[in-house]
Every structure is written in C-alpha cells, then in structure tokens.
C-alpha cells in the first residue's frame, strides 16, 4: 500500500493524525518534511489542525530564588467528596526555580489561609508574594 492511502484507512495506526502519528507509523521511510507538505495539501488534515493562538504575556524577571512567589486558590468543590472534605488547593511557586506548593483546604476562610501560608513560609519566606485580589488574599488578617 503506498504510503499516501495510509492516512485515509482507519484500521491504519496513522490514520487522520498528524505528522508524528503518520511518521511513527511508517517507522521513518518516509520523511517527516515530505509528509508535512503533502498532509499540507490535503483538506482533511488543514480543516481539522488546531489553530494555535500566540499568546503575549509579561516577563517576570527576578534574580534568585526567594525574590517572588506566585500564589493562587484552585476551587475543587466538586471534588470534596473524593478528598476528605477538602474544597480547595492553595497553590504559591517560586518563580524562578519553579519550586511548588500546594496545600489543601477545608475552607477559604482568612484563617485557613493565613495557616496554610505560614506551613509554606517554614520552608522558605520571598521577599514578594504575587497573588490575585481575591477576598481570601485582601483581608484584614492576612
């Protein structure tokens, strides 16, 4: 079977997918430039390809680890019953080494927080903490 009518035989392993799935199914004898240009031409594969969106952001420069934190609460509500109760992840990383915590929680109270941050702050204490301007953040306690 020639290589081309690969793609358009569903029992084939490389079958609709995309230049990595077709390659790996041909075991490398046909040459991933070559299948690139010709899944190019064909409809199927172009209509289908997701369209992949740049996205800018801000740098965030830092020169070692410890200058800055990033923190945020994960909602996992729905997940309570499978964990023990707990609703929520309090997640903070270095943004430099990448080094993460994640605690979990009960609740989003102040308190619980404030206590979850000092476990964190045990460890290691940045001289930023980046968080968004969520009540759990922006209180009296905290």
Known sequence: MEWKNIYRVP???GSFGGIDAVHRSLKGKVS?????????????????????KKIDTNRVIVGRINQQFQA??????????????YKYLLTCIDVLSKYAWAMPLKNKKSESIVS?????????????????????FVNVVF
Do not use: C
């Open 32 to 52: 991933r430039k070559d299948i690139k240009n010709w899944l190019h031409t064909k409809e199927s594969y172009t209509l289908q390809k997701p369209v992949r």
């Open 116 to 136: 979850a941050f000092k476990k964190i702050f045990s460890e290691r204490i940045p001289k930023k903490l980046q968080t968004d301007a969520g009540k759990e």
């Open 72 to 85: 945020d609460l994960v909602d996992m509500q729905s997940l309570s019953p499978f964990n023990d109760g």
């Open 11 to 13: 029992e084939h392993a």
